[in-house]
T-cell receptor
Framework: SQQGEEDPQALSIQEGENATMNCSYKTSINNLQWYRQNSGRGLVHLILIRSNEREKHSGRLRVTLDTSKKSSSLLITASRAADTASYFCATIGTGGFKTIFGAGTRLFVKA | GAGVSQSPSNKVTEKGKDVELRCDPISGHTALYWYRQSLGQGLEFLIYFQGNSAPDKSGLPSDRFSAERTGGSVSTLTIQRTQQEDSAVYLC???????????????FGPGTRLLVL
């Protein structure tokens, strides 16, 4: 399978610090997305990076993609308590495979 | 317009009973997904509908699980003879683009939290 796997599983930081989460996957992809989930409810799409892109920014978010290593990272800069949530990467494989979500990283930002 | 809605928000049932979970996707979205998320876990794909095509049921864990999508809009996930291990949050998502298309973004509903006693 091409399941994405995030690490760390959990991360606790102080407000103002940067948070970095990593995602690895197994097969070729069309694109990779990061989602955020608050309190075990619906996921919210954060950012999409295509397979031919290496880095993408959106506000305080920075995503990198290394297709040779089959990995991606999500960096949240100057974290806030409101960033406390679970973050999931999702991959869509080439050939139209289904979107596969990883197990997520639980981020806790202490005020 | 409104986002994806799901009902009920919470459902408590007894083991062996049947339950129906409803999803109203965003109007005009042709793709609809059901996922299951156990406590503290990632999303487990269940089923995918795209337009009038036959659904991808490859993620359904057993024949007790079934889903329908009527008129290309509302979907119902049915779990028959519920078991305690069915307890989870069931999430529905819709997308304006077919699965696998570059740029596909899924919009999630708030989920239904199912507890089987």
């Amino acid at each position: 399978s091409q399941q994405g796997e995030e690490d760390p599983q959990a991360l606790s930081i102080q407000e103002g610090e940067n948070a970095t989460m990593n995602c690895s996957y197994k097969t070729s992809i069309n694109n990779l997305q990061w989602y955020r989930q608050n309190s075990g409810r619906g996921l919210v799409h954060l950012i999409l990076i295509r397979s031919n892109e290496r880095e993408k920014h959106s506000g305080r978010l920075r995503v990198t993609l290394d297709t040779s290593k089959k990995s991606s990272s999500l960096l949240i800069t100057a974290s806030r308590a409101a960033d406390t949530a679970s973050y999931f990467c999702a991959t869509i494989g080439t050939g139209g495979f289904k979107t596969i979500f990883g197990a997520g990283t639980r981020l806790f930002v202490k005020a | 317009g409104a986002g994806v809605s799901q009902s009920p928000s919470n459902k408590v049932t007894e083991k062996g009973k049947d339950v129906e979970l409803r999803c109203d996707p965003i109007s005009g979205h042709t793709a609809l997904y059901w996922y299951r998320q156990s406590l503290g876990q990632g999303l487990e794909f269940l089923i995918y509908f795209q337009g009038n095509s036959a659904p991808d049921k490859s993620g359904l864990p057993s024949d007790r699980f079934s889903a329908e999508r009527t008129g290309g809009s509302v979907s119902t996930l049915t779990i028959q003879r519920t078991q305690q291990e069915d307890s989870a949050v069931y999430l529905c998502a819709s997308s304006s683009q077919p699965q696998g298309i570059v740029g596909e973004t899924q919009y999630f509903g708030p989920g239904t939290r199912l507890l089987v006693l």
